[in-house]
């Protein structure tokens, strides 16, 4: 697919789920809450065969969010891609200082900094990053060529063997990974879906009752699929 087709339609799809943000709370890993993560599609575990010992979530999408709301001390990390511009917002009630490699940003309540692509910010692998009044999660910066994805190209009309028309467990089985549902966006009965784990995966979004007989009614392909 063109690239001018493909940022058309990534316009379009951004467009329906844009200032939706989701809350993260897995107790069960220990997590606080007062963190809450968005991304054009929401969050999913990364492989323990990427991140071993490590309970992360991948962001996902070209411009996913990192939102801070509360003091608390969060016990997680997120995985982001090297093409990632990572929005960082503070929804809290005071303004917020990140201790930002490029140096000290100063955030206003309600307002946000953006990385640009973070890979020509932050060194591969885990990255502690001070912020003040809130706790900033570990983000762990994935190498290209540790995706589940990589070297699977996008094509005209499809990605890799992928192609719109195919249910989500077709295209899972297709690829030898797992499609994840990870968000309904406006429209009956339409999802958004992702390669499990992986912030380099392709947008697919689907129509049906969201299991993997959900049909693929676009693939929208970033970073270096695109």
């Given at each position: 697919?063109?690239?001018?087709?493909?940022?058309t339609?990534?316009?379009?799809?951004?467009s329906?789920i844009?200032?939706?943000?989701?809350?993260?709370?897995?107790?069960?890993?220990?997590?606080?809450?007062?963190?809450?993560l968005?991304?054009?599609?929401?969050?999913?575990?990364a492989?323990?065969?990427?991140?071993?010992?490590?309970?992360?979530v991948?962001?996902?999408?070209p411009?996913?969010?990192?939102?801070?709301y509360?003091?608390s001390?969060?016990h997680y990390?997120?995985?982001?891609?090297?093409?990632?511009n990572?929005?960082?917002?503070?929804?809290?009630?005071?303004?917020?200082?990140?201790?930002?490699?490029?140096?000290?940003?100063?955030?206003a309540v309600d307002?946000h900094?953006?990385?640009?692509p973070?890979?020509?910010?932050l060194?591969?692998?885990p990255?502690?990053i001070?912020?003040?009044?809130?706790?900033m999660?570990?983000?762990?910066?994935?190498?290209?060529s540790?995706?589940p994805?990589?070297?699977?190209e996008g094509?005209d009309?499809?990605?890799?063997?992928?192609?719109?028309?195919?249910?989500?467990?077709?295209?899972?089985?297709?690829?030898?990974l797992?499609?994840?549902?990870v968000?309904?966006?406006?429209?009956?009965?339409?999802?958004i879906?992702?390669?499990?784990?992986?912030?380099?995966s392709?947008?697919?979004l689907?129509k049906?009752?969201?299991d993997?007989t959900?049909?693929?009614?676009?693939?929208?392909?970033?970073?270096?699929?695109?």
């Open positions: 697919m063109s690239g001018a087709g493909a940022s339609r990534l316009l379009r799809l951004r329906l844009i200032g939706v943000t989701f809350l993260v709370v897995l107790a069960a890993a220990g997590i606080a809450v007062g963190v809450s968005r991304s054009d599609e929401q969050h999913v575990a492989p323990a065969s990427i991140l071993p010992d490590h309970d992360c991948a962001l996902t999408g411009e996913p969010w990192i939102t801070l509360a003091n001390e969060p990390c997120v995985v982001v891609a090297e093409f990632q990572i929005q960082m917002w503070n929804k809290g009630m005071k303004p917020m200082t990140v201790d930002w490699p490029d140096g000290e940003r100063q955030v307002d900094f953006d990385t640009g973070i890979g020509g910010v060194q591969v692998g990255n502690e001070a912020a003040e009044p809130f706790v999660p570990t983000i762990w910066l994935l190498s290209e540790l995706s994805t990589s070297g699977i094509t009309d499809g990605f890799g063997p992928v192609r719109v028309g195919m249910t989500l467990d077709e295209a899972s089985a297709e690829l030898g797992r499609l994840k549902k968000e309904p966006v406006p429209g009956p009965n339409r999802w879906a992702a390669v499990h784990g992986d912030p380099y392709p947008t697919f689907a049906g009752s969201g993997g959900s049909v693929i009614v676009e693939i929208l392909l970033h970073g270096p699929h695109r």
